[in-house]
């Protein structure tokens, strides 16, 4: 499957984007259109066995097939049977691979796109997510893509089917009598002008429905993450709103666009009529006055049905058509958006990682911000454990985001043993970094498969001694399963301390050579902050780690505390040094001490 980065820039046509799309699969594609045409041209083929049958009645030994050498009726009327039961047949054989065929492309085509949209999505920096809701982006990958799928599943072969019925009838009818035929294909070029019109008029209020379907499923799935806010609150009668205006106006949108194409078959369906009655009228004179025989005739009354009636489907399929369309755009949009943060070259294999980190000169703004960064400069030693405390918006948590590369810098260079990680493979950086954030995010799933996330294959033996190391063992053998306890989405029914027991249960596994706490221990309780210290003690030996906190009492003992303010290191040493420095660092202390300002400070 090729990838968004090896795609050409988008042609305008969504059907284009579309066939592009396609091209992988054009041997499927052709063999489905191929079984579609076939199937069609069989389907055609009973009106021409009645004008047969007509004309083998009427006319008897001088009848068409009586010329072919079939003489007598009832030999005749026997080679009609044979040929219905095997045009049947063929007709039944092609709709039933026709049917395989196009469900199989449509399946295939809807796998392998959310599968390349999602492996794309994953690769965009978190600024893309920043600026989206979750909801809209999952109505791209299911909703959308599914749209297209439904497309594949029936409107191709519809589309395929009618234009078969249009060359295959016309010409037919032309053979047989082309006054007939001028006055039968009177309406097709209103229609087809019609359905232009209608196309272009749908595209835009499809677009505006799948816009407003993107709205309510982030609103829908804002409320059921922020349920307990809604609940504590009391805000479901505003919620329930809020999302009745959202849902309305989904359901307008959708209103404008089947009020339009509503509309289409019925006026299509008097230009049917008009050349129906006209047929039926000249072709019957013709008849009468012997200028065409009685078989052609009935032929001709039954044919332009076929051809004429399936025009009224144009509108559904144009319908089918334009939202599929409307999806594709969406869908490749998000695939022809470019990946801000590419991945370097040089390998980085982990076994040789000392964990040296060094930021030279580094200045950095977050997207319509001021900077926050302004040549930062930082140098942590190999095998140290750094403690990085500061107010709220100083700038900890970032400079955890740059070295794991979620952003870019705008200047200066970041490097992990000597090397840029710019130019270190993305994979070979973060399998090197381990990462223990204050929000914890844990998978439905159960618990020893919440602590082996990333560590795959980890055999049960190194969950469970992971989860000692973490102090996690005591409550997780506690619960109903042990082990395979199901957590529930986001690990909602533990509390706040187990979750984040087992987020750094899960770092221990992977056994990073960095190791990165990001305020691991803020909203734990005095407890929890014993036991995570305790487990700290044991697994930041021999490693290099980045302790952000904002509990001074879990740097005190870090090789070396730097204190930030505004994006800039204003203090650096150990808790010692700090205290009697009677600083920045000191004033915090005295804050979380409940000490006054100037009263001394025991070290």
């Known amino acids: 499957m090729a990838t968004a980065l090896q795609r050409n820039p988008p042609p305008a046509s969504g059907l284009s984007r579309l066939l592009t799309t396609l091209r992988p699969h054009r041997r499927l594609v052709w063999l489905a259109a191929l079984c579609s045409v076939l199937n069609k041209l069989f ?35 026997g080679v009609l049977a044979v040929l219905s039961f095997v045009i049947w047949s063929a007709e039944s054989l092609f709709e039933y691979l026709y049917g395989v065929l196009w469900r199989n492309l449509a399946q295939t085509v809807q796998h392998e796109l959310r599968l390349e949209a999602y492996d794309h999505l994953q690769r965009l920096d978190m600024a893309f997510f920043e600026a989206r809701s979750s909801g809209r982006l999952m109505t791209v990958l299911n909703d959308d893509i599914n749209q297209l799928e439904r497309f594949l599943d029936h409107g191709a072969n519809e589309i395929l089917q009618l234009i078969t019925t249009v060359l295959a009838v016309g010409g037919a009818m032309v053979v047989l009598s082309p006054g007939v035929a001028g006055v039968s294909f ?73 009020r339009m194409s509503a509309a289409f078959v019925p006026l299509i369906r008097y230009a049917i009529l008009f050349a129906f009655i006209a047929i039926l009228v000249i072709g019957g004179l013709q008849a009468w006055r012997g200028e065409i025989a009685t078989g052609s005739y009935a032929f001709l009354v039954f044919i332009t049905q076929r051809l004429l ?42 076994s040789q990682v000392k964990g040296e980190i060094r930021f030279e000169d580094v200045s950095f703004a977050y997207s319509g911000r001021q900077p926050l960064l302004r040549h930062f400069s930082l140098e942590v030693p190999a095998g140290s454990t750094i403690g990085i405390v500061g107010a709220t918006g100083s700038g900890k948590s970032t400079i955890v985001k740059l070295l794991l590369r979620l952003y870019e810098i705008q200047a200066g260079c970041i490097r992990l043993d000597g090397q840029p990680i710019s130019e270190l493979r993305l994979d070979d950086l973060r399998h090197a970094i381990g990462l223990v954030s204050q929000e914890v995010f844990l998978f439905h799933g159960s618990v020893a498969e919440n602590i082996a996330y990333g560590s795959f294959d980890a055999p049960r033996a190194a969950i469970e001694r992971a989860a000692r190391l973490a102090e996690a063992a005591g409550f ?87 204190v930030m303010e505004h994006g800039r290191i204003v203090e650096s040493g150990r808790h010692e040094q700090l205290i009697a420095a009677d600083g920045a660092y000191a004033n915090l202390w005295r804050v979380q001490a409940g000490l006054r300002s100037g009263e001394r400070l025991a070290l």
């Open 186 to 258: 009177l309406p097709i070029p209103v229609i087809l002008w019609g359905s232009l019109r209608f196309q272009k008029r749908l595209a835009p209020r499809y677009a505006a429905v799948r816009e407003q379907a993107g709205d309510l499923a982030s609103r829908l799935s804002t409320n059921l993450g922020g349920m307990l806010t809604i609940k504590s609150y009391v805000a479901e009668r505003h919620e329930l709103g809020r999302l009745r205006e959202q849902s309305q106006a989904y359901r307008l949108a959708n209103r404008r666009a089947i």
């Open 476 to 562: 997780i053998e506690a619960l109903p399963q042990g082990y395979d306890t199901v957590v529930g989405e986001r690990g909602q029914r533990l509390s706040g301390g187990q979750r984040q027991r087992i987020a750094l249960a899960r770092a221990i596994l992977k056994n990073p050579p960095v190791l990165i706490l990001d305020e691991a221990t803020a909203a734990v309780d005095n407890e929890t902050e014993a036991a995570i210290q305790r487990s700290l003690d044991l697994i930041t030996a021999e490693r290099t780690t980045l302790v952000i906190a904002h509990r001074l009492s879990t740097v005190r003992h870090a090789d070396r505390i730097v």
């Open 309 to 350: 009636w399936p025009l009224t489907t144009l509108g559904r399929t144009l319908d089918d058509y334009q939202r599929a369309m409307a999806s594709t755009h969406r869908v490749l949009d998000l695939l022809d958006t470019p990946i801000a943060i590419p991945g370097g070259d040089r390998a980085l294999p982990l």
């Open 43 to 77: 389907d055609l083929a009973p009106p021409v066995l009645i004008g047969l049958a007509v004309d083998v009645v009427v006319q008897q030994d001088s009848s068409w097939l009586a010329v072919l050498g079939f003489s007598g009726v009832p030999a005749q009327l």
